[in-house]
């Protein structure tokens, strides 16, 4: 079974699928066809993918706000904040209660601050805020 995870891990994911839920029926199904290892790396996997995507989330948000803050004079900024919004919107359809704990805020912002470029349309930075500025629960309310 291993050999067809490394293959076609999409047949493989539909015949593991398949096994478990008539196993889930009351079936007999014979474990040795179910490839335990994996199928519990899989699972473990769409749930760091959850949060991966979150944190990516995060990260953009942050960056361009502080894009928005350390060029606030270019005519990206518009751009930007509509980004922001649209972000943030996502992000409270997205979040879970029991999720918050799982992010490190100050680990996001210091992704954020190491994207940011040097200039912007020739124009150096502004200053910037050498820690985060806004709490998950900022970013996730419905205020600006």
Known sequence: MSDLYEEDIVAWSERQAELLRR???GAL???????WPNVAEEIEDVGRSQIDALESLITNILGHMLKCEVWPNVRYVPHWQAEIRG?????????????RQRFNMADLYGDALAMLPP??????????????????DELLSDRP
Do not use: E, S
Not at 87 to 99: A, D, H, S, Y
Not at 119 to 136: E, F, N
């Open 23 to 25: 196993r889930a029926d």
């Open 29 to 35: 199904v014979n474990d040795a066809d179910i490839d």
């Open 87 to 99: 972000w943030r919107r996502q992000l409270r359809r997205k979040m879970r209660t029991g999720w």
């Open 119 to 136: 200039d912007m349309d020739g124009m150096p930075a502004h200053p910037v805020q050498p820690t985060c500025p806004v709490t998950l």
